[in-house]
């Protein structure tokens, strides 16, 4: 790549960056989930879509998501999870974080780690990708691959994390570990600290919601708060908000956190353009973002966030959202600086 090339990237990045920037300042919309396929290549205990047949053909195509990244940033740049099912099944993969990053949002994925080599490592993160979590549950390579439904799973996610570390263009390409937390793996979690600092990545902890589909509640039986906030305060990779941690036994204890802003500050998409408040509301979607305007839908998601109170989750993905404007901010943006900073 030549000067002008890194040039013109660096002011790219900066640009997304101060629209970002004004978008947390103004509390507009910060995180959609983009849900590219429901389809998977595991059979994981704590998921619905794989039970289904999904087909292929009535995903977005490209010119969708070149469509809806269009539609988004007139919200503002966005940070913009790929998720699943497993996004890593789609072959078009990185012309679809391609679009997005040259639409001025940040794309970046969860993937259960199957499909990465060393190209595919190379191609998503030369695409654009900002941040890659890979998924594991347990430090147990058994335990793992009998949650996931597919042995030699955890093998391939901790060759994935390798890679990705190896291959990342720049420093402020993110890679995490990061593990749903149970009613089983609580202990697990500072072993898979400790594995992320061998690996050279982050690592994140999400909480387990139960709420869609058939899924049996698995929440852990006890207080997790401290113990987490003691982890937190001993490994700096351990980089989960310590506003999103501090609620986590609200949460178990009462089912979720109350003064849901999905809706507000969060917005989830399915692989169809159908726009809801998040994934635990896939049902009830408020128009679809390929043939209704952006701002009327927001103003439908304003309106369910005004009129339907929620309670019933703390995943990440509202979390972080929700957490970066608990008291003290400061703090929150402290964290989130130190977790996107050069590692």
């Keep these: 790549m030549n000067l002008f090339d890194t040039c013109r990237q660096e002011l790219h990045y900066q640009y997304r960056c101060l629209r970002l920037a004004t978008g947390f300042l103004a509390r507009r919309f910060i995180n959609c989930n983009l849900q590219l396929t429901y389809r998977c290549n595991f059979k994981c205990q704590i998921c619905d879509f794989w039970k289904t047949e999904h087909d292929p053909a009535a995903e977005l195509s490209l010119a969708d998501i070149r469509q809806i990244g269009r539609q988004l940033r007139r919200l503002g740049t966005l940070i913009i999870s790929l998720a699943g099912g497993e996004p890593l099944i789609r072959e078009d993969l990185c012309d679809i974080i391609k679009i997005l990053n040259e639409e001025n949002h940040f794309p970046i994925l969860i993937t259960n780690g199957w499909f990465v080599d060393a190209q595919v490592a190379r191609d998503i993160l030369q695409a654009g990708l900002q ?26 996610a901790v060759r994935a994390l390798e890679l990705f570390h190896k291959h990342r263009p720049d420093r402020r390409n993110r890679v995490h570990l990061i593990s749903v937390l149970l009613d089983d793996n609580l202990e697990d979690v500072e072993p898979l600290i400790q594995l992320a600092r061998e690996l050279g990545v982050t690592y994140m902890v999400n909480l387990y919601s139960w709420n869609r589909g058939t899924k049996t509640r698995r929440l852990p039986e006890r207080s997790v708060t401290e113990h987490l906030l003691g982890l937190k305060r001993q490994y700096p990779e351990f980089v989960t908000l310590t506003s999103y941690l501090e609620r986590m ?29 998040c994934t635990e509301r896939l049902e009830e979607p408020v128009g679809n973002i390929l043939s209704d305007d952006i701002l009327e839908l927001r103003r439908r998601l304003w309106h369910v966030a005004d009129t339907q109170p929620c309670a019933q989750c703390w995943t990440s993905c509202r979390g972080f959202a929700e957490s970066m404007f608990q008291p003290p901010r400061w703090r929150q943006l402290r964290e989130f600086l130190h977790s996107v900073k050069p590692h």
């Design 131 to 156: 941040e890659i979590s890979v998924s594991i549950d347990y430090r147990d390579p058994a335990r793992h691959d009998a949650q996931r439904g597919r042995p030699g799973s955890w093998e391939r």
């Design 249 to 277: 036994d609200q949460a178990i204890s009462t089912g979720g956190i109350g003064n849901c802003q999905t809706g507000r500050l969060l917005l989830n998409i399915d692989h169809r353009g159908q726009v809801s408040r």
